[in-house]
């Protein structure tokens, strides 16, 4: 399991709408997002990955098991407001195998980078 931290230029409610909508999402994480229920369907270059929402708190996380995930697996969007700057954060944990964690990482930089561009940060 890991985290990473990105400041964000916006509301925790704007920020929470695209970490937790189809619309949202659609917007920078995926090309296209459809939900049924608390079932997300990812689509990239035309193939599809399932997740499902195993918890959320309005405006502070969203947290998604892919279906190929374990048990005790998941990928989770918080929010966070810096007590000092008031400034808000973006946390993403994850998991990878130690082998896979650099390029996890610059994924999740560059898909971060197309959500701060969509919000304008």
Not at 13 to 38: C, H, M
Not at 65 to 79: L, N, P, V
Request: aromatic content about 16%; some cysteine.
């Amino acid at each position: 399991m890991y985290t990473l931290e990105f400041p964000v230029r916006c509301s925790p409610t704007i920020l929470y709408e695209f970490l937790s909508t189809p619309v949202g999402l659609q917007e920078w994480f995926a090309d296209k997002v459809d939900q049924r229920d608390n079932k997300f369907y990812f689509s990239w270059n035309g193939s599809t990955d399932t997740a499902d929402i195993v918890e959320h708190l309005e405006n502070e996380f969203v947290r998604y098991r892919w279906d190929y995930y374990g048990d005790d697996e998941f990928f989770e969007f918080s929010i966070e407001q810096s007590p000092v700057t008031n400034e808000t954060i973006l946390k993403i944990t994850d998991f990878a195998d130690k082998n896979e964690l650099k390029d996890q990482e610059r994924l999740w930089n560059t898909q971060v980078g197309d959500l701060k561009h969509r919000i304008g940060s």
